[in-house]
């Protein structure tokens, strides 16, 4: 079931497009995208974004969110991309220095 949400929040992703459950349906929306072929993390580095479809051991995870987050410091669109990733709530991967549980917290404390 995880690997299946993960899917599908990759797939809408790429497509670009929300799809936020909202009362009686689906919103689907466009959203601005343009920011993405400057990413940092484009092309080789985009493997250090995700958990493995493996079993991860907790020092792996760590190591790998350590290296994904270095390359977010360096990227030129890091607010855009935190501000996708919030607007979407994306519930996998590192987006914009953060991880998703960071991300959760973000938004808990921006809610109170
Ligand atoms: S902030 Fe990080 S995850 Fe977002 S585009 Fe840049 S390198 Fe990729």
Request: contains cysteine; proline residues 5%.
């Amino acid at each position: 079931m995880i690997f299946l949400a993960r899917t599908v929040s990759c797939l809408y992703i790429h497509l670009g497009f929300d799809f936020r459950p909202s009362r009686r349906a689906f919103i689907v929306t466009a959203l601005d995208r343009s920011w993405q072929p400057i990413a940092s993390c484009s092309g080789s580095h985009s493997h250090l974004f995700f958990p493995p479809n493996v079993t991860e051991r907790k020092e792996e995870r760590e190591r790998r969110e350590i290296r994904a987050k270095s390359v977010c410091r360096i990227c030129p669109v890091g607010s855009e991309c935190l501000d996708y990733a919030m607007t979407i709530r994306e519930p996998y991967g590192i987006w914009g220095g953060l991880t998703e549980t960071e991300r959760r917290q973000r938004k808990a404390r921006i809610s109170v």
